[in-house]
C-alpha cells in the first residue's frame, strides 16, 4: 500500500470522512495492537506507541480501549492522552482471561503508563484522577474500568 492509500491507516481515516453523511464525524481512530494507535482528524494526525505485554486474552480489549477513548473525550484530554490512556486500558485487558469483571485493573494501567517509554502525560493524568491513595479499587475518575 502506498503513504496514504488504500489499505493504509491514513487511508482507511481518509474513507471514513469522505463518506456520505460524515459531516459531523470529528475522529477516526486506527488501533494496531502493540504498535499503539493512530487518531486522525480531517486535518491532522497523532499517534501513540502500544505495550508490550504478556497476552492472555484479547477478549475486551477493543471495548476497553473504546472507553477509555470516549472517557477520555467527554473530559476533554489532550489526544496524546487520550491514545496513551487507551492503548494502556487496552493491553492491561490482554493481561486477564475474559472480559466483564476481568478487564485491566487500575494497578496494571498505572504500572503500564509509569514505564519511561513516552506514556507519561497519561500517567499523570491518571494518577490525578486516582487521588494520592492510589487504591486499586478498580474504578479510575469514578468510572469503573
Request: aromatic share 6%; glycine share 14%; with cysteine.
Amino acid at each position: 500500500a502506498r503513504p496514504g492509500g488504500e489499505g493504509t491507516s491514513e487511508g482507511i481515516a481518509r474513507a471514513f470522512f469522505d463518506r456520505r453523511g460524515s459531516e459531523r464525524l470529528e475522529w477516526v481512530v486506527v488501533k494496531n495492537g502493540a504498535e499503539g494507535a493512530t487518531l486522525f482528524t480531517r486535518t491532522a494526525s497523532f499517534s501513540a506507541p502500544g505495550f508490550s505485554v504478556d497476552v492472555e486474552d484479547t477478549v475486551g480489549c477493543g471495548d476497553s480501549f473504546a472507553a477509555a477513548i470516549v472517557l477520555g473525550y467527554i473530559h476533554e484530554h489532550s489526544i496524546i492522552t487520550i491514545l496513551q490512556l487507551a492503548n494502556a486500558v487496552g493491553a492491561a485487558t490482554a493481561t486477564r482471561r475474559g472480559a466483564g469483571r476481568n478487564v485491566g485493573d487500575p494497578g496494571t494501567v498505572e504500572s503500564l503508563l509509569s514505564r519511561d517509554d513516552g506514556h507519561s502525560d497519561a500517567h499523570t493524568l491518571l494518577m490525578r484522577s486516582r487521588g494520592s491513595s492510589g487504591d486499586d479499587s478498580g474504578e479510575w475518575d469514578g468510572v469503573s474500568l
